[in-house]
C-alpha cells in the first residue's frame, strides 16, 4: 500500500525559505519509473504543479517558479524534500506530494493529503 | 508554455451524463490524464492515459482524446459524482500541467 505525508511549517513569514519533506511507505524511489512530484493548491484556486523527482535522480520545475525550487530525495530515509525561497503571501497554499506512474506520459496516481502553508508577518 | 482551458462549471441532473472537456493545442498527441477533488480532500486520479481508470474507479467514468479536446465522461451521474475535476498532461516546454479545474455540480 503507497502512502505519502507531507509534513512541514504552517506558517512562514515573508522572505523565509519553506521547506517541505515528503515521508512515503510502499514504494522505493530508487525503482526504475518511479518519481515523486510536490503540487499546491491555494485557497480556491487550482492545482499548480512545482516539481518533480525521478528514481534516477532526474530533476524537472515548473518553469515560473524553477529560481526558487530545490528538490531532492533521501532513498533510504524514503523522503523527498522541496526548498522554496523567498516566500510571499502568494505562495499560501496546500502543498500536496504525489507519486508518479508512467504510462504514456507521468501521472499522479498516490497523493498525500497536503498540508497547509500560509505566509504572512 | 503549454496551457490547458476547462470549462469553469458543469451541471447536470442524477442519471445523465456528464461532458468535461480539456482544451490544448493539439492535445490529441499527448497522453491526458483527470483528477476528481471533493471539499476538503486531495485529488484522486480517476482517467490516465486518455481513458485507462485506475483500480476501484467505477466504469461509469471515462476519457476520449483527439484533435484539440479531451474529454472525461461520467455517465449515471450520481450525487458523489459532485466534485472539481483536473485534466493534467505533461509538455516539453512546460513539463506537468494542470488545467484550470471544473466544478461539476449534480442538480
Known amino acids: 500500500q503507497i502512502t505519502l505525508k507531507e509534513s512541514g511549517p504552517t506558517l512562514v513569514k515573508p522572505t523565509q525559505t519553506l521547506t517541505l519533506t515528503c515521508t512515503f511507505s510502499g514504494f522505493s524511489l530508487s525503482t526504475s519509473g518511479v518519481g515523486v512530484g510536490w503540487i499546491r493548491q491555494p485557497p480556491g484556486k487550482a492545482l499548480e504543479w512545482l516539481a518533480l523527482i525521478y528514481w534516477d535522480d532526474d530533476k524537472r520545475y515548473s518553469p515560473s517558479l524553477k529560481s526558487r525550487l530545490t528538490i531532492t530525495k533521501d532513498t533510504s530515509k524514503n523522503q523527498v524534500v522541496l526548498t522554496m525561497t523567498n516566500m510571499d503571501p502568494v505562495d499560501t497554499a496546500t502543498y500536496y506530494c504525489?507519486?508518479?506512474?508512467?504510462?504514456?506520459?507521468?501521472?499522479?496516481?498516490?497523493w498525500g493529503q497536503g498540508t497547509l502553508v500560509t505566509v504572512s508577518s | 508554455s503549454y496551457v490547458l482551458t476547462q470549462p469553469p462549471s458543469v451541471s447536470v441532473a442524477p442519471g445523465q451524463t456528464a461532458r468535461i472537456t480539456c482544451g490544448g493545442n493539439n492535445i490529441g498527441s499527448k497522453s491526458v490524464h483527470w483528477y476528481q477533488q471533493k471539499p476538503g480532500q486531495a485529488p484522486v486520479l480517476v482517467v490516465y492515459d486518455d481513458s485507462d481508470r485506475p483500480s476501484g474507479i467505477p466504469e461509469r467514468f471515462s476519457g476520449s482524446n483527439s484533435g484539440n479536446t479531451a474529454t472525461l465522461t461520467i455517465s449515471r451521474v450520481e450525487a458523489g459524482d459532485e466534485a472539481d475535476y483536473y485534466c493534467q498532461v505533461w509538455d516539453s516546454s512546460s513539463d506537468q500541467v494542470f488545467g484550470g479545474g471544473t466544478k461539476l455540480t449534480v442538480l
Open positions: 504525489a507519486h508518479t506512474s508512467y504510462g504514456g506520459g507521468y501521472y499522479f496516481d498516490y
